[in-house]
T-cell receptor, first 112, second 113 residues
């Protein structure tokens, strides 16, 4: 079963606007990661946030984690056409499942 | 030029044939993984290996087999027992265990007719 569920499934915005994607999960985690996938390509790791962290930044990316609500958000500021991709959250369960569990992703389209 | 390579990028097979997908990494990572991705979906774990000569089934291992004879290589065989093999297959590796950052190959798109 999918641990992470992204919301929305698809998002279309104008270049320069901010994009926010959300991820909810079910079990307690060690960490939560965000990945990006361009169409027909492999995934690229963006950022990892540990369960004892609440917010993390990397360039134009800002990730928050609320373990009480079992949710995370990924904010991309000042979006560019090149940000068009699918974004996935992945969770590392604390229950020792020894695997990352990926959500179904948010398809982000940046319109020039 | 370090990274993970998968070959071929596109693969076509007739139903009933076994096919092997290649995955090679020169990152010196101990752990390697195989995922399957269907259109508009997330990734599902097929098999993973944390060390040479050892591997574990993931969530959807039925109809697939793997080997890990070398640290650098983790080939995946899609057997004729896999009922719906047409999909995009992704290989990944990580320095530490499955909970860490994973590095992905470019993927192989398998079409079985």
């Amino acid at each position: 079963s999918q641990q992470g569920e992204e919301d929305p499934q698809a998002l279309s915005i104008q270049e320069g606007e901010n994009a926010t994607m959300n991820c909810s999960y079910k079990t307690s985690i060690n960490n939560l990661q965000w990945y990006r996938q361009n169409s027909g390509r492999g995934l690229v790791h963006l950022i990892l946030i540990r369960s004892n962290e609440r917010e993390k930044h990397s360039g134009r990316l800002r990730v928050t984690l609320d373990t009480s609500k079992k949710s995370s958000s990924l904010l991309i500021t000042a979006s560019r056409a090149a940000d068009t991709a699918s974004y996935f959250c992945a969770t590392d369960s604390i229950q020792g499942a020894q695997k990352l569990v990926f959500g179904q992703g948010t398809r982000l389209t940046i319109n020039p | 030029d370090g990274g993970i390579t998968q070959s071929p990028k596109y693969l076509f097979r007739k139903e009933g044939q076994n096919v092997t997908l290649s995955c090679e990494q020169n990152l010196n990572h101990d752990a390697m993984y195989w995922y399957r991705q269907d259109p508009g979906q997330g990734l599902r774990l097929i098999y993973y290996s944390q060390i040479v000569n050892d591997f574990q089934k993931g969530d959807i291992a039925e109809g697939y087999s793997v080997s890990r004879e070398k640290k650098e290589s983790f080939p995946l065989t899609v057997t004729s027992a896999q009922k719906n093999p047409t999909a995009f297959y992704l290989c990944a590796s990580s320095i530490q265990g499955p909970g860490g950052e994973q590095y992905f190959g470019p993927g192989t798109r398998l079409t079985v007719t």
